[in-house]
Nanobody, 112 residues
Framework: QGLLMESGGGLVQAGGSLRLSCAAS????????IDWFRQTPGEQREWVARIAADGTPTYADSVKGRFTISRDNAINTVYLQMTSLKPEDTAAYYC??????GGQGTQVTVSS
């Protein structure tokens, strides 16, 4: 079973940018779709974006046009480039794939 580890979160002002990384170990991400989710305390987990095995991205309406998901199969990593960040983007962000153990997530905090 593979492991996923998220990184790249931090504190940023509204309008700023961050790039999150999801690094896999123990199993290859090649040929697999990967999702990003986010969650704030007391709220349900929200799906953010997916990248298909062929690289086709899909996005939640709330992030469309601001976030870009991409992958680098050579280094077994998926990215989430986030721009024009808003305070409502504040959450813990997780990557997910069936058959992989999830990481601790990475916290994104956007100040107004």
């Amino acid at each position: 079973q593979g492991l996923l580890m998220e990184s790249g979160g931090g504190l940023v002002q509204a309008g700023g940018s961050l790039r999150l990384s999801c690094a896999a170990s123990g199993s290859s991400l090649r040929g697999k779709a990967i999702d990003w989710f986010r969650q704030t305390p007391g709220e349900q987990r929200e799906w953010v974006a997916r990248i298909a095995a062929d690289g086709t991205p899909t996005y939640a309406d709330s992030v469309k046009g601001r976030f870009t998901i991409s992958r680098d199969n050579a280094i077994n990593t998926v990215y989430l480039q986030m721009t024009s960040l808003k305070p409502e983007d504040t959450a813990a962000y997780y990557c997910s794939r069936p058959g992989f153990l999830g990481g601790q997530g990475t916290q994104v905090t956007v100040s107004s």
